[in-house]
């Protein structure tokens, strides 16, 4: 165990994308959602995707987000992510990333992800790019399903939190940590590390990056994971970016269990 880590947000620092892209469209196809549940989230996506979601755009997705998979069955969601993970071979993961990631652990560092996304997600992305913990939003749940309350949201000051509880259970010595983010929403998280690195930074977090002479990287090298990273088993297999599956892991999930009746 290393006495520092080194903190990563997902989106857009690690992955390419936004990690909520993945999903609306494909369960809207999938009869999952509605066309009035997809229409609000490709909204917030795109005005995400185009100057970086603040904190009134971000509490909508959150409310989308328990909205959205109040109900859903959590061994589903599981299996789904599991199983249909290799089928996703667009390029994520910025290879500038994964090269840090490595760079870090040979430098004897923890990785640690951290991700407004769910842990049912971040989890297998984290295990997939060698990542030693995740931080990650956390849905509550009875007899198996999401109930649609947030029990934690990885979100702004919330990150935070979570990174300094992380260091006092791991000794993790945070003025030695660093921190990769894109995002303003992200301050807190850079500011609790005494290296913080703004990645491809929206327009607030550049200024403020600049103010606090905080190093600016640019990310520009997407690449498929499977090719920049060692083979994976299944279980670490399609995120898609992350928001939780993509449409072919839907349609395959719902071809086999229909076969299951059928037997």
Known sequence: MGTSAAF????????AKS???????????????????LLRSVYTQFVYVLGGADHDQMEKMRQMMSELVTGWDVSTVREIVADTLHNIVDPLVYDEAVQLIEQHHAEGRDVVIVSASGTEVVEPIGELLGADHVIATRMEVEEGRYTGTIAFYAYAEGKAEAMRELAADKGYDLARCYAYSDSMTDEPMLAAVGHPYAVNPDKELRRIAKERDWPILVFTKPVALRSSLPPAGPTLAAIAVGGVVALGGVLWAGARARRREGA
């Open 8 to 15: 990563f947000d997902l989106d857009k620092t690690i992955i």
């Open 19 to 37: 990690s909520t892209l993945a999903f609306s469209k494909p369960f809207q196809a999938g009869g999952l959602i509605s066309r009035k549940a």
